[in-house]
């Protein structure tokens, strides 16, 4: 058994910058983590009108609504088994803009062969990742099919108020740091959120994630 991420890109793993290899390999056989300290260069939003649908994701750390430059952050990827018995790992970023730190919560398990991805704090929506290797060993990661889930109810979003996210993650050699590229955009509002950094990281010994780092509950259906 190996990582939920080589397990979801076969052969494609093996394609990855060693580096990369490295970070998306965090699991509970793997046992360790990844966390990685850096700086958001930009932090950037859509017009104005964006502001209400961020100020909404943030409430449950799903979206930021803070602009800046060289901002501070920090991102803990933990491996844990959910009350489920799936393998799940921790996305959680948080970034230091204003005094009060803001977080974007996110949640990977693999189903079915590929990766799942609950979003904030309450594993109210539930996305499905394509993840891409590039000639040069990077990793493009996008979003689609968003889904819903609060007690009874559940239902997909529709493209006219979801956002994909397209994420590029890479290595660079010469400066011995990982960069990382985020946008989420509507298909018909356009660009929403996004931002652009560097991080180094560490890899500690670890088969369960700080309680802090765990959604306040875990969501069975996908």
Same mark, same amino acid.
């Given at each position: 058994m190996t990582s939920i991420f080589a397990q979801a890109m076969g052969a494609d793993f093996d394609r990855l910058h060693p580096m990369?290899?490295?970070? @998306?390999? %965090?699991?509970?056989?793997?046992g360790y983590a990844c966390v990685g300290t850096g700086v958001m260069t930009s932090v950037r939003r859509g017009p104005w009108w964006t502001l209400p649908f961020l100020r909404l994701?943030?409430?449950?750390n799903i979206?930021?609504?803070?602009?800046?430059? /060289? &901002?501070? @952050? %920090?991102?803990?990827n933990y491996p844990y088994? *959910?009350?489920? =018995?799936?393998?799940?790992?921790?996305?959680?970023?948080?970034?230091?803009?204003r005094k009060k730190p803001s977080?974007?919560?996110?949640?990977?398990?693999? $189903? *079915?062969?590929? !990766? &799942? *991805?609950? !979003?904030?704090? $309450?594993?109210? !929506?539930?996305? *499905?990742l394509a993840l891409q290797v590039t000639a040069e060993g990077s990793l493009v990661l996008t979003s689609h099919g968003h889904r819903f889930h609060e007690g009874p109810v559940g239902f997909r979003f529709p493209l006219l108020f979801s956002g994909e996210a397209t994420l590029r993650e890479s290595y660079d050699d010469?400066?011995?740091?990982?960069? &990382?590229? !985020?946008? &989420?955009? /509507?298909? %018909? @509002? =356009?660009f929403l959120f996004g931002y652009d950094g560097e991080f180094r990281c560490e890899f500690p010994p670890a088969t369960d994630a700080p309680p802090e780092l765990k959604p306040v509950r875990h969501e069975r259906r996908t």
């Open positions: 990369l290899q490295r970070r @998306f390999g %965090v699991g509970l056989e793997s994701g943030k409430m449950r979206l930021i609504a803070d602009v800046g430059r /060289n &901002v501070p @952050f %920090v991102i803990k088994r *959910d009350p489920y =018995g799936r393998e799940t790992i921790t996305f959680t970023r948080e970034y230091r803009i977080r974007f919560d996110a949640t990977m398990i693999l $189903h *079915d062969g590929a !990766l &799942v *991805d609950y !979003l904030g704090t $309450h594993q109210h !929506l539930a996305v *499905d010469a400066a011995e740091v990982f960069r &990382v590229s !985020l946008e &989420v955009r /509507n298909r %018909v @509002f =356009g």
